[in-house]
């Protein structure tokens, strides 16, 4: 046989060993993720036990929260490098506390981390929710009870799996967007329901809380703020 075609036969047995060790190497590393975790693929900044969520300066980009086996904050594993350094999480006591850096990024950078999930957050159970300069997206929610404090420029959608609330407390300062919905899969024309809610709503802030059915509704309601009630929930006010 040829020198050339040796050499050929033994570049493609390397080439076909190397694929073969790749698929092991993946395959291996594939085996220790944990499929339980909603955020199996962005990088952990920390893990722990927590119920209390903070947020500060992450408007930039969008945040997500879905309920999973253990507590952890992460960021998208493409952008691990860029997001080290400008997200910063800690566990204290009982509450999360992520902070972003603000920094001065090219416009075409800042709309595409606008329409992407580059923070993700998971826990068991989360109780309440204070953010500043946010934008965070909360997904198959179970609590009944809830408080949620938003101020600065931010947006928080909070998405339900359960449509009914012992009690909600809700206060919104400066500019901020709060709505409460049921989960699509669930049925997003359902009902909701509030046994109590007391909000505070100031600065150009509104609350959607239009598919509630609430039968003890406490409002502070600013001069530039608005909140969307639901035709029953007015009946109620009325009646009282």
């Given at each position: ?188 024309s359902m009902t909701l329901h ?31 703020s608005a909140v969307t009630l ?11």
């Amino acid at each position: 046989m040829k020198k050339a075609t040796w050499m050929l036969v033994i570049l493609g047995l390397f080439l076909f060993l190397g694929v073969i060790t790749s698929s092991l190497i993946l395959r291996n590393k594939f085996g220790k993720i944990d499929k339980t975790d909603p955020f199996w693929n962005y990088t952990k900044l920390t893990t722990g036990s927590f119920h209390h969520i903070v947020l500060l300066n992450s408007n930039q980009t969008q945040v997500s929260f879905l309920p999973g086996r253990t507590g952890s904050v992460g960021v998208l594993n493409f952008w691990e490098s860029e997001l080290k350094q400008r997200v910063h999480a800690s566990i204290v006591n009982d509450t999360l506390f992520v902070r972003m850096v603000p920094r001065d990024d090219p416009p075409g950078m800042r709309d595409w981390m606008s329409y992407h999930i580059l923070i993700a957050i998971s826990a068991p159970e989360i109780y309440s929710v204070q953010a500043r300069d946010a934008n965070l997206n909360m997904y198959k929610m179970k609590q009944k009870n809830f408080t949620v404090n938003l101020s600065g420029k931010s947006r928080m959608e909070f998405e339900t799996y359960t449509p009914d609330f012992d009690s909600l407390s809700i206060t919104q300062n400066d500019s901020t967007q709060l709505k409460f919905e049921m989960a699509d899969e669930i049925g997003s024309s359902m009902t909701l329901h509030a046994k109590s809610l007391y909000s505070s709503i100031h600065g150009y802030s509104i609350l959607d809380i239009g598919h509630f059915q609430i039968d003890a509704y406490h409002p502070l309601i600013g001069t530039g703020s608005a909140v969307t009630l639901s035709g029953g929930t007015l009946a109620t006010i009325s009646k009282n």
